[in-house]
């Protein structure tokens, strides 16, 4: 059973940065990995994407520009920069891990999930 733990959430005014982590129990190396976020009363959201070679990302529109993924699969983990942040961008975040040769943004595509971050951006 795959464990990922994220850390690095937090509150922050707007305006602020952040930087998230994501430490997964095995090696990750051949996964794509993704970071998704859920508020309050809202359906969980993919907010940036990265492949297994981490030679490709995705972004929605909502957060292009200001997030960035990246991962070190010599330490298991994924990061989360996100700078300008907003207080729309409160929410829960969770790393996730694509089932394998799996791709996008649908969430059941994703096998594996952390227990997830808070992050508050106050206005």
Same mark, same amino acid.
């Given at each position: ?5 994220? @850390?690095?959430?937090? #509150? ?5 940065? #952040? +930087? #998230? ?13 993704? /970071? ?15 492949? /297994? &070679? ?16 990246? +991962? !070190? !699969? ?5 990061? #989360? ?21 799996? @791709?996008?943004?649908? +969430?059941? &595509?994703? !096998?594996? /999930? ?7 951006? @106050?206005?």
């Amino acid at each position: 059973q795959v464990q990922l733990v994220e @850390s690095g959430g937090g #509150l922050v005014q707007a305006g602020g940065s #952040l +930087r #998230l982590s994501c430490l997964a129990s095995e090696r990750t190396g051949i996964y794509s990995m993704a /970071w998704f976020r859920q508020a309050p009363g809202k359906e969980r959201e993919f907010v940036a994407g990265i492949n /297994w &070679s981490g030679g490709s990302t995705d972004y929605p529109e909502s957060v292009k520009g200001r997030f960035t993924i990246s +991962r !070190d !699969d010599d330490k298991n983990t994924v990061y #989360l920069e996100m700078n300008s942040l907003n207080p729309e961008d409160t929410a829960v975040y969770y790393c996730a891990r694509q089932r394998f040769g799996r @791709s996008g943004r649908d +969430r059941s &595509s994703y !096998d594996y /999930w952390g227990q997830g971050t808070q992050v508050t951006v @106050s206005s």
